[in-house]
């Protein structure tokens, strides 16, 4: 126990940010903020008047701003995943 506070401590600031993040897309409460923000944005794009429509069917501009999003949260997931590792092989030594 003592080895993971020491490490959590010594953490980096940048370290900590992809923490904060990765912890966040792997919750529910992202699952949910994306479900209603993408049903809003369909939703939007379909029944608002044609001028206010900003990314009509098939939504190619949400397309690239998930593909985008999930090469940033796949980083920030790979990033703890190897802190992680290096943590377990401290711990194993």
Do not use: C
């Amino acid at each position: 126990m003592d080895l993971e506070r020491k490490a959590l401590t010594a953490t980096h600031w940048s370290e900590r940010i992809s923490d904060a993040i990765g912890a966040f897309a792997g919750s529910l409460w992202f699952v949910l903020a994306h479900v209603a923000m993408f049903t809003a944005w369909a939703l939007w794009n379909a029944l608002a008047s044609p001028e206010l429509r900003f990314d009509p069917y098939p939504y190619g501009l949400l397309t690239f701003i998930v593909s985008l999003e999930d090469v940033l949260i796949a980083t920030f997931v790979l990033i703890k995943q190897n802190r992680m590792a290096a943590q377990s092989d401290q711990r194993d030594t």
